[in-house]
């Protein structure tokens, strides 16, 4: 589990630019199918119609025998599907593209319109694959060769500078439209979702049931007042950098960051905080969360890229504070979003357990970071 020109979405652009060959471009690549592609079905059904998919996106592929083509699944996330078309074209080359299907129902969660106005922005910056093109439930985006990071791998020294240095740049690209950040809009408009839900199962409705949404609301809300007073920057943010968006070329040493579906503009601490919560991976296990000393790695790579041992303790403690508030939040968010998919979702995966695990580790920490907090608020408001 980022040019000055304003588009709303891609299709919609794309709609306002018709080709010469029927087909409508947002600028002078990124093409537009009106095709969808059912992920419910069996790979061995659903392959063809990403063939029909892929010949109808792109012109040059339309003539090509479907035994040009080949299609393999590269990773099946719990929102999304990912797959790799490779095909040999007409000259003899062989090219590779990602079809991204999203997930049923993922609308419900994730704003479409946003994930693809920041996609040319961050691509243009050198982030993700570069958008080929659009269709009715996904997108076409260039191969990335290069393999999936694990959570054991984000906690590598190396890596994980490289990772703070990338995700600062990351934070400095400029995405047309509002400035204001969105957790705890997103996070109250998953909570009115979640606290609404009627389950047909009856054994997860019974435990559904037992959890107490007005606790969760005065928690969220305590906790909001709270990080309005650390004053933390805000960034256009990931969100969702977790070791399943993180892939690395070993060979070239390259590092990419990948699914920008949850990107918005947003705190910094809670993107850093919510990388950090992301060492415990799908298994939740909290324990690898890093060390102080891990976080003062990053923060160093993070703050000066090119002098990182002389960030001083003063600003060291200062990001500490601001990410651990804000790893807190980041346990309610997913909690809350876990319960929708819970209902939502065909995927199989523990969605219950999963809001359970975050909302009891956030229970478990809360205390300390809270106290660390308003500690060093104190001793800022004093100085």
């Not at 490779?86 to 419900?108: A, F, I, K, M, Q």
């Not at 939502?344 to 956030?362: K, L, T």
Request: with cysteine; glycine share 4%; aromatic share 12%.
């Amino acid at each position: 589990m980022g040019a000055t020109k304003s588009i709303s979405t891609a299709m919609e652009a794309n709609q306002a630019k018709p080709s010469a060959n029927g087909h409508s471009t947002a600028d002078d690549s990124i093409l537009h199918s009106n095709l969808s592609v059912d992920t419910a079905l069996s790979f061995p059904l659903m392959a063809p119609r990403v063939i029909a998919l892929c010949k109808d996106l792109f012109p040059k592929w339309a003539k090509l025998n479907e035994s040009c083509f080949s299609v393999e699944t590269v990773s099946g996330g719990i929102t999304n599907l990912l797959l790799k078309v490779s095909v040999n074209e007409e000259n003899g080359e062989d090219v590779s593209v990602t079809v991204r299907l999203y997930g049923p129902n993922t609308d419900y969660v994730i704003n479409r319109e946003r994930e693809l106005q920041a996609i040319k922005y961050l691509s243009a910056a050198g982030f993700g694959a570069k958008l080929l093109g659009v269709f009715g439930n996904g997108m076409v985006q260039s191969f990335i060769h290069a393999r999936t990071l694990t959570p054991s791998d984000m906690r590598k020294p190396k890596l994980a500078s490289e990772i703070a240095k990338q995700l600062r740049r990351f934070h400095q690209v400029e995405i047309p439209g509002s400035k204001e950040p969105q957790l705890w809009i997103d996070l109250f408009k998953f909570f009115e979702k979640a606290s609404s839900l009627q389950f047909e199962d009856t054994d997860k409705q019974k435990i559904y049931e037992t959890i107490s949404f007005e606790e969760v609301h005065k928690e969220a809300t305590q906790l909001k007042e709270l990080t309005g007073l650390l004053n933390a920057p805000v960034v256009f943010a990931h969100n969702d950098l977790l070791s399943g968006n993180l892939m690395l070329n070993d060979e070239q040493e390259k590092l990419y960051f990948i699914d920008f579906e949850y990107g918005s503009y947003n705190y910094r601490g809670f993107d850093i905080g919510n990388h950090f919560n992301e060492y415990a991976g799908y298994d939740c296990d909290y324990s690898l969360y890093p060390s102080k000393d891990e976080q003062y790695h990053f923060f160093r790579h993070y703050l000066q890229p090119e002098k990182p041992n002389e960030v001083s303790e003063k600003d060291l403690e200062a990001l500490y504070v601001e990410t651990n508030t804000f790893m807190l939040a980041s346990h309610i968010y997913w909690a809350l979003w876990a319960l929708i998919q819970a209902r939502m979702s065909p995927i199989d995966f523990d969605y219950i357990e999963y809001f359970f695990s975050r909302y009891n580790e956030y229970k478990k920490q809360k205390e300390k970071y809270i106290s660390l907090a308003k500690s060093h608020l104190s001793r800022y408001e004093k100085a």
